[in-house]
């Protein structure tokens, strides 16, 4: 019976070790992806629900497209044991928004990551307030960056978080042959922008196309009903750029600031290559999807390959070679004569090129056809049930997303629903959006939009939706993948 007993014991054991991965993986995130014409080196976060790498993570446990084409993963490393370097941007907020005891611990917590930064590591100093400012261009030197850090205080009356955000991605595009590919940017925010002139809308769609990955502290003293809601646009930040976002507090600032770099390091780097690529400065989609007991979970962002030009040679002269003709042999009244007779011959083809454009009656414009789908968001307004009245002349553009470059024109009357369903008044060819997403409607000469309980919520200027939302003229709603820009006329809705 013992015996019975222990073999038992010994066969669970043996079942509950009997997969590679200790617990289930959740969260795949592609953070960066440096293609060539035929290779692809991508940083991934690949962690399980207590934070760590899985262990015995290999190349099969991977796959990848570049658009169509299949890639293969060569080989697997662990970022942190090679000997790659990252390119740190710390953006420091100092406007008066943060205490100075605060501060005092934020400059704490930077000083001692700037302290453990390893051999071919970078890191620049930025701030934001009034406006954004480099204090401290990438160095290795870490006194040089600690005193920088602890030049700083919280003096500004406004917050440019929003600005700071773009510049921030800007910088981190630089192309010195110094610095390490792998770039980041390391922000401590509560995410309420104040006198920016771009809204969260327009960093979104930059976040979408410029993959540098923001991790982000949300650190913040607002009124409880504002902390939530600007921390949420933080944190979509750094969703949408492949970071990382955490919630800190006095207590724990910098076991936070160690978090975050612990997440920083822990990224693995990939080798994939693709035999059919192509460097045509198109913008291809990089999909990777990880793979573990029967369970995927897939990461996309878009990338346009390229491949590095020879590298330049010296030209030297050759006795053997034909040497160019020195300007000296020609007289200067040659060349002035030369000079004369192009520039008549210029005038004259200019006055040619202007009497037959006069002479060339414009075609009147054709009026443009409206696409089924849009005579169908026009037709619904018209429907019976609708009150009486002209409505408002309102216009979705999309301006990211899969739809990019279509625009809706409609008459709102009353109400309008945005989905993926074929029902609906707008629809959004987004696998990400809900079949029916969201509602406008026309109510107490305003419009508001609220969220019909989607998958992924709707953003309006990068702030989640709750409840009825008020919009305004250029608002940028974001759905999915898909980003909308509205426009319509206030007067309009005020006088009809």
Partial sequence: ??????FLIAACLLAGHSSPFSTEVQRFVVSQAYPKASEITAFVDVVD?????????APANFSGHLGTNPLTVTRVRQFETSEQGVAYAFLVDISRSISRSDFGLMQAAMNKWIGSLRANDRAAICTFGDQYSVVNDFTADKQQLTSAVMSLAPRDSQTHLYQAVRNAM????????????????????????????????????????GHIPIYAIGYSRLPRAQRRQYLDVLGRFAELSGGLYQDASASNLEQVYASIQRAILRILILDLTCPHGAADGRSYPLQITFSQDGRSLTSSLEVVPSSSPPPERTRRSSPNQPQAVSSSKFPSWLWISMGLAILVVLIFAG????????AVAPEPATPEKPSSRLAKTASVTDLSQQPAGKGTSMQLAVVAGKDKGRVYKFQLKKTLVIGRAKDCDVVLNDPRISK?????ELSKNCIVIYDL???????VNGVPVRGRH????????????TELRLRFDQNEILTG
């Fill in 170 to 209: 800007e910088f981190q595009h630089r192309v010195d042959p110094s610095l390490p590919p792998r770039r980041v940017v390391v922000l401590m925010s509560d995410g309420k922008d104040e006198g920016s002139a771009i809204t969260s809308g327009d960093v979104v769609h930059d976040l979408r196309i």
């Fill in 453 to 459: 309980d989607s998958k992924n919520s709707t953003y």
């Fill in 1 to 6: 019976m013992g015996m019975i007993c222990r």
């Fill in 470 to 481: 008020k919009l305004d003229n250029e608002d940028c709603l974001l759905m999915g993948e």
């Fill in 436 to 440: 029916r997403h969201a509602e406008m």
């Fill in 351 to 358: 006055f040619r090129l202007r009497k037959r454009q006069r």
């Fill in 49 to 57: 629900a207590d934070g760590q790498v899985p262990s015995n993570v």
